[in-house]
Structure formats: C-alpha cells, structure tokens
C-alpha cells in the first residue's frame, strides 16, 4: 500500500461504494478500507455467495449496492479488506491495520467515514449463554452462509430486524418458536404518515406479515424475553408481556423451550472513528443515538473529514447511497472546484430525496425505541458489559456512590473497557442513565474514544514499514 | 438489512462481479481442535463452526460465549487461526486445511 | 449564585488532590474539594499505577516513598472502596552490561538509603517470571515494590474523605480566583462562590494555569506519557517491572523528543490487562497518543517479554505528567501569596507519593510543622 491517495474511504458498504463511484467519475483517486472479508458491507453480506457470484437480485438498494461493486471492481478502485482505520494522528493521517503487515500511517486529502451501523440490545440474565445470538448476526449467519442459529428459534426485540429474520428462518426451512416484537401494533402504523412516498416499504411490510402468518407465526406485540436459561448453552428462555410504560407484566411469564434466540432493539450508529478523529457528534434519538453531525456536504466539524450513511443518523440503505453520492460530489468538488452544471442540479435531486429518507428513518428509529421503563426493569445480575462481565447491580452501585456520569461509571466498574471499547454496553449504559433518578440529570454521554479503535496485534507495532514515520 | 427486499424473485442479472472468492463455493476442510470439518470456501469460520455443531468458542472467566453478534462489534468469538490468538471467528473467511484452536477447557 | 465557605478548598480531584482531602479530613478540617471534569479525569486516570522504591533518587525522596507506600497499605485498609493494591514487589532487568553495571551502583546505594534491595542473575530471574525474555541479564528486586488502581485509588479517597465530612464536587470548575494582600478572598465557579482560609492548588498540569491568576509561575510543564493496555490475559507477569533503561529516561531532563532510551514499565493489573509505558516527551497540552510512541512502547515491551507479540493491544492513551525542571515537587506554602498552598508537579511520582503528600500537607495546615521538612520542595527554590 502506497502511503498516498486523495481520498481514503472507510467502509466499503453502500455510502462508501456510492461516494468511490461519484469520485472516480471525477478522477479522483480513492482507496477504499473496509474490515469486512468482503467489500459490500452487512447488506451485501446478506446475499447468498452463490446469487453473488451471478449478481441476482431483486430492485432495491442491495442491487444497486451489487451494480456499484461491479462498477468499482471494473474500474480497478483500490479495495483493501480486512483492513480498519483504528487511529488517526489528529492532522489528517490514518493508522491502518491489515493482516499480517505492520501497522501503517497514511495521508489523504480527503477522508469519508462510512463505517455504518451496529444492533443494540436490551440485556436479561443469559444473553451471553452460547445459542443466544443478534438478529443482525443470525441473518448474516443464513443469508450470507445458508447456515441456520438453530433449527428453532425465538426472535425478539424492536425494529424492522426481527422481521426480516423470520422471513428468513421460514425461507431455510427453519421453526420458528415465537417472534416477539416491543412495539405496540399501532405504533407500525405511523409509516401512515410518510405515504405515499413510502406505500412500496408499507406494501412489503404488510406482504412480509402475510408471508408469516401463512408459515403459522403470529408477532406477539408488546413482549420481550426477559431471561434465558441453560447449562452451558441456551435451553429455554422466559417471556413476558409489557404494559403501556413497556415494563414486564407480573404474572405473564411464559417458559418457552428453544435452542436459538435472536435478540435486538435497531440500530446504533458506529462514529468512533469520527470522534477520535475530533469530529463532533450529537444526539438526536430519531437518528439512532449519538450521530455524527455533518454538513449540507457530508463534512464534518473537522475540515476535510466527511460522513456518509449510517454515522450521520439511522435510515436504511437508501439513505447510505444519497449520502455517499452526494459527499462523493462534495468531495470532488472540494478538490476540483466548481462543479458542472449536470452534477449541481443532481445534487439538489440528491438532497430532496435524502429529506424523504431522513423521515423514514426517523420512523425506524421510534420503532425501534425502546422505552424508560425497559431499562428500568433489567434484573440487577444482569451483565450490562459481555467484555468485563459488569453487572448492573455494580453499576448501580458505582452511581449510589454518585460516580454517575458515563466517564465515572466506566472508571469505577471497569464497564466498556474491555475488548470492544464500550461498543456493545455504551449505549446501553447510557439509557440506563438516563432512565435512573440519580444519575439523568447528566443527559446523553458518549464513552471517550482512544486509538486503536479496534484491537490491534502488538506485533503489527513491531516493525514499521517504509513510509512511515 | 434494513431493506426487507427479497432475494428469491430474480429479475435483474450481471455478468462479472469479479468477487472471485465468491464466484465458486469450493468444499473445503478445516480442523477444528485436531477435527476435520467440512466448510465451504466463500464462507466465514463462524458460519463452518456453527454449521458443525461448535457453539462454544471460547470461555470469558468460566462463561462459555458463542457467537453474537455476527459482524466484527462485540469480541465475543474469538478464536485462535492458523496460531494466531484473538481473531474473530465472525470476521475471518474460510481457507482450506485452515487450523483452529477453540479455548473452551 | 450562594457563598459557600469552608476551612480548606482544594481545586484538583486527582491523587493528590483527594489524598489531601482524605488526611485533612481525618484531622477533622473541613473541605471542599473542586475537580472540574471527573474525579481521576487527569493525569490520575491515564497513567499506570506503578508504587516504585527503586526507582526514586536515594535521600528525601526515597524517604518519601518509603513512607507513602506504608500508608498505601493502610489505606487499603481504611478506605471504603478497594484501591486494588498489591505488594507485589518489582524487577529492573538489565538488557545490557552497561544496564548491569549502572544497576549494581544505584543498588548499593539504596541498600545504604534503607531499601530492600538484591540483585538477580538471569536464571534466578527466570525462575520468578518465567515468561520474561531469557536474553535479559538479570534484574534488581526489592519486595517492597506495589501497585495501586489509581482512579480506584481517587475514588476511594475522594469517598473517604466524604465519609468523613468532606465535600466532593465533580463537574466544578474554579473559574476564578481573587486576592487581599491577607489571603485568598474568593473561589468562583459557575455556580457558587467559594471562601476558605487555605487553598490547596493540586491541580497538576493545570496549575499553572491556575496559579497565573494569583500572579504566579510555577514551573510545571506537560510531559507526555502514552501507555498501550493490552486485553486481558491469564497471569503473564507476576511483579512490577521497569527496565533498566527506562529510569535513564526518566531522569534524562534535556528536552528529548521522547523515550529515545527504549525503556519501558509493565504490570499486570488484577483484571488481567498489561499496562506498557511509557514516553516521556514534551508536546504541550496535546494527549494523543503517536504511531511512534506505540511502537517504541511494543518494542520494548516484546524484547522483555516475548510472548506479547502475540497478544491484542486494546487501547492506548496519553498523560500529562506534571514535570518540573529538578524531578521534584512543588510543596508547601508560598509567601507571596498567603493562603495558598501548592501540592504538584510530581511528573511520574504522583501515584507513589500521594498519600505522603496528602498527609504532609495535612500536617501543614494541622500542625504547622510538617512531619518531613518540605523546604526542598518550596516554590522559591525556582525563583
């Protein structure tokens, strides 16, 4: 790897393809460094290997993802997988890791972060236990391998992901035990709002639904699996019924019997790199939590560094690729001046449809919402951090002692300061926060970030390579 | 996977995707522990050890841990590969006669 | 905006900071105690927690060491919350001759100062830390050598001291401060105003900054410290371990670039992470942590123990250490300005000395007379 590009890239998802393919129409030179096996992100990473290899797919943003890959692969666009930016030197260079090379420090004139999303989760005793899995993670397991979580299943949790998991259980042949959703049935039905826009993602929603009910499996709103259970592995689980504040119903615990669970509550956005980097974020609820805040152009506070797709706010796949096209264009336009006359008008067709996204998005993220009272009623033994193995009771404690605060509870208990920096527990930690009397008048935090972003072999800091500093 | 579309009703073809991992899904075999197992090539290791039954892959104190979430965030799957301790079985493809070791004792 | 008063104010919520709170508070002064960011949110939550004998210069200093790692056993007795301490002891390892022959110097000298001290050969080396490198030609060994967690270590005392009466306030910032030719007269934040007869200004790096506005200057520059933390591993590493060549660094005060010496310090912490360290490198207020400083940090590290190549490297940071031009704190009362008392610049000694420091501070003001002279370490020696 050369140690200069103009435009680094990171993540080869649909927002990074979208921004690679408007840049290179505009001969800039872009390298793109994704951590995945293979470029496409987890939504390509949902197609089967075999429809892949022969690009069959149906209308939508995964097709138009397949026809940028093959674009970029045509047009020879520098695509390093398995590789992650997890550092920066503050002024513009990335550190790179890949495997089996030292660590690297690379310059651009440019940097898109389009490091997409992950799932986040409302913790019950046991959902560490082997046969518990995301609903993102089991989906990318049978979509992406044909390989079934297990021959029966529980899936439950918030948001449009559950769903598309059942479907898909269903399509390989699996059973599925229940499908549990948080929401109330009614709260679907404010995708009402964004018609007509939206009636083709409403038409789908309503067929998916028939496709279930057809297959036996009714959703059960308002419900949540509040523990699971097993010696060693998942055995069984218990579910429970919610009231209107979405707190566990005594009495309407049910024992349900199953080898596999999938479990979660939408989606977060991943602005870890961005915040190491010194770009600033906000939080905005409808956006997912806490989300990078750019520009009209996709530029962040820090001048040069732009973001596109998930980092900027939850909205699905669509969203990814407007956003990517127009920092794309923002970008080329930053280091070639003005654009032509054709490329400003798509801009402006570009901005207008983003605002429709950013309204769907909204949506999905009140759907996936879960309220006050979900995080009030986690069990005190239950594991908040996976890394650590921190309890709430001791972050409960850490707060009793008025460490309240995001940055002194972690202090105190060790919480998000294991292997994934806080990834999977930050933004559970700070609902719990929130939600607790002593400690929600300090508002949303976000864990401090620190290089590397992610972890790195030490031996990849042994021996520095040519071009490095 | 926000995107509910369906990949069953094909409309839309592509000649060359250049995905040449992808483009051939070659038996291959792993070891697991010292114990051949079949997988396929264009896989992901967490999807071979799955689908032969290793649901647990390592243990965080006493705690078996499997896999969760599936896409490079939560740690929990690592595994050692071809000697090399910590990687992510979630993250790392499927290369034939691969070697793993699995810390669970 | 309401006037709050008290008989010590003490601005910084680090070690030093609320050891001095928690000593004060045992003699039954009243405190408060201002940290603008979190308690530990410093230079005190971004360094290792390292209670070396062997590496203090022998005389006052070690003397002080000394006596600050008995209250660290006491402490762990007293206080409320766990500091995670551990006399574990600590090794020198000595890579080359040269290593050798400067360690066996300094060590007769600290036997001479009182310190528990030996020598051992490689193999006997070996056989306590078996995972240490077999190229290293032995190292220096004094039982007495611990570590603490130091944020647990603020936290506790913080939490000690408010059991005992004193009042904690995170989150508040000393925004201002003004004078009578009799004392300090006001401490203002953004909510309140603060009135006591004695500051305490134990705020690291950031006293100067804090000092400027009672006119002073007190010598205390930023000396970057980046540490590596490793995932947590099963035990790798008994003992506190420092190299040979890294006490050349600390004690190298021309403006280097940073750790040219390649030395590094090592524990396992009871979670089972290893904290590498660290540079020692003058970069103004900035805390990042450098490609270079890691892998000066890695060499080092795997040229000590060989099997860290191998392990995940899960964050790094940066600390300020409070540096002074001599390698001493600044402590004790300063007669230009009555009223104030200062209790920094402890650069990479701060986590070893604060409880003495606490505690002689604590005497100051109780007592009068400190139970260790603190004339070396006066303000006016740099004036």
């Not at chain 1, 336009?333 to 901005?351: H, I, N, T, V, W």
Request: proline share 6%; hydrophobic share 40%; with cysteine.
């Amino acid at each position: 790897m050369s140690t200069k590009a103009r435009v680094i890239i990171v993540g080869a998802g649909l927002a990074g393809m979208a921004a690679a393919r408007s840049l290179t129409e505009h001969d800039v030179k872009v390298r793109i460094i994704d951590e995945n096996p293979h470029p496409g992100g987890q939504l390509l990473r949902t197609i089967p290997a075999a429809s892949r290899s022969t690009g069959l797919t149906r209308e939508g943003p995964k097709r138009r993802g397949l026809a940028l890959l093959s674009r970029l692969k045509s047009r020879r666009v520098e695509i390093h997988s398995q590789t992650q930016v997890v550092g920066s030197d503050g002024a513009g260079r990335v550190w790179v890791d890949s495997p089996r090379a030292p660590l690297q420090e690379l310059s651009a004139d440019r940097i898109l972060l389009a490091s997409g999303a992950r799932e986040t989760f409302l913790p019950f005793p046991g959902w560490t236990l082997p046969g518990v899995l995301s609903t993102g993670g089991a989906q990318l397991l049978i979509k992406g391998s044909g390989v079934l979580p297990a021959p029966e299943m529980v899936i439950a949790g918030s948001g449009p992901l559950p769903l598309a998991l059942a479907r898909e259980v269903l399509k390989y042949k699996g059973r599925i035990t229940a499908l549990l959703d948080e929401s109330r049935l009614v709260d679907s039905l404010e995708l009402l709002k964004l018609l007509p826009r939206q009636l083709p993602r409403l038409l789908q929603g309503i067929r998916l639904q028939g496709r279930l009910l057809r297959a036996g499996v009714l959703t059960r709103h308002q419900s949540r699996i509040i523990e699971a259970r097993g010696d060693e592995q998942l055995a069984e689980c218990t579910m429970a019924g919610l009231d209107s504040s979405g707190a566990p119903v005594p009495g309407s615990e049910r024992t349900l019997r199953t080898p596999g669970l999938a479990v979660g509550c939408g989606l977060v956005p991943n602005i870890e790199l961005g915040r190491e980097m010194g770009c600033r974020a906000g939080y905005n609820q409808n956006k997912g939590g806490w989300v990078l805040l750019v520009s009209e152009s996709q530029e962040t506070s820090i001048s040069g560094i732009y973001a596109a797709g998930e980092p900027t706010g939850i909205a699905g796949g669509n969203k990814a690729l407007l956003e990517g096209e127009i920092a794309g264009l923002a970008i080329a336009s930053s280091l070639k001046g003005r654009l032509s006359r054709k490329d400003r008008r798509r801009l402006a067709r570009l901005r207008k449809r983003l605002k429709q996204e950013l309204d769907f998005g909204a949506f999905l993220c009140r759907l996936a919402r879960i309220p006050a009272a979900g995080y009030a009623s986690i069990p005190k033994e239950t594991i908040i951090c996976r890394c650590e193995q921190i309890r709430l009771a001791e972050i409960l404690e850490s707060i009793h002692l008025g460490f309240s605060t995001m940055a002194s509870v972690k202090k105190a208990t060790r919480c998000g300061m294991g292997r994934c920096q806080g990834r999977t527990c930050a933004p559970i930690l700070q609902e719990i926060l929130m939600t607790h009397p002593d400690a929600a008048s300090n508002g949303p935090a976000p864990l401090s970030v620190r290089s590397p972003v992610k972890p790195v072999a030490l031996e990849s800091l042994l021996e520095p390579k040519e071009g490095v500093r | 996977m926000l995107d509910n579309d369906s990949d069953s009703d094909i409309k839309f073809h592509m000649s060359d995707l250049g995905v040449t991992t992808h483009s051939r899904q070659d038996k291959v075999t792993i070891y697991v522990n010292g114990l051949a197992v079949p997988a396929s090539s264009g896989g992901n290791v967490h999807a071979a050890l799955q689908a032969a039954g290793f649901q647990i892959l390592r243990r965080a104190g006493l705690e078996p841990r499997g896999i969760f979430c599936g896409m490079g965030v939560c740690y929990d799957c690592l595994i050692t590969v071809n000697g090399r301790p910590g990687q992510r079985a979630c993250m790392t493809p499927v290369h034939d006669q691969m070697e793993i070791q699995l810390d669970v004792d | 905006m309401a006037n709050k008063t008290s008989d010590v104010l003490i601005i910084g919520g680090g070690v030093i900071g609320t050891a001095t709170a928690y000593y004060l508070s045992r003699r039954k002064i009243r405190v408060v105690l201002l940290e603008k960011g979190e308690l530990a949110g410093g230079t005190s939550g971004a360094c290792d927690g390292l209670i070396f004998l062997q590496s203090k210069k022998s005389g006052l200093h070690l003397q002080m060491a000394l006596k600050s790692q008995q209250l660290y056993q006491e402490l762990a007795e007293q206080l409320p919350r766990s500091i995670h301490y551990q006399n574990k002891g600590g090794l020198v390892v000595m890579e080359t001759e040269q290593d050798f022959k400067a360690l066996q110097a300094s060590v007769h000298t600290q036997q001479a100062n009182g310190l528990e001290v030996d020598i051992l050969d490689s193999r006997d080396l070996l056989a306590m830390e078996p995972h240490l490198s077999p190229k290293l030609l032995g190292a220096s060994f004094s039982p007495l050598d611990s570590q603490v967690n130091p944020i647990a270590a603020a936290q506790a005392l913080a939490l000690g001291a408010q059991a005992l009466g004193a009042t904690i306030l995170a989150g508040t910032e000393a925004l201002d401060i003004t004078r009578t030719s009799q004392g300090i007269d006001t401490v203002r934040t953004r909510q309140d105003r603060f009135q006591a007869s004695i500051v305490v200004l134990a705020a690291g790096v950031q006293t100067p900054a804090i000092a400027r506005m009672l006119g002073l200057e007190p010598p205390i520059t930023p000396r970057r410290g980046q540490i590596l933390v490793t995932e947590s591993l099963p035990p790798l590493l008994g003992r506190c371990l420092l190299s040979a060549r890294y006490l050349h660094a600390k004690y190298q005060t021309e403006n280097g670039a940073g750790n040219q010496g390649g030395g590094v310090s090592m524990e396992q912490s009871e979670s089972g992470n290893l904290l590498l360290g660290s540079t020692r490198e003058f970069a103004g207020m900035n805390r990042r942590t450098t490609l270079s400083g890691l892998q000066t940090i890695a060499r080092a590290a795997a040229g000590i123990i060989p099997a860290l190549r191998d392990v995940q490297v899960i964050r790094s940071f940066a600390g300020l250490r409070p540096y002074t031009p001599d390698g001493f704190p600044i402590l004790g009362r300063v007669p230009e300005c009555p009223g104030l008392i200062l209790a920094a610049g402890h650069e990479g000694d701060g986590i070893a000395l604060a409880p003495i420091t606490g505690r002689l501070i604590a005497e100051l003001i109780a007592d009068g007379v400190p139970s260790i002279p603190l004339d070396a370490f006066s303000y006016e020696r740099f004036h």
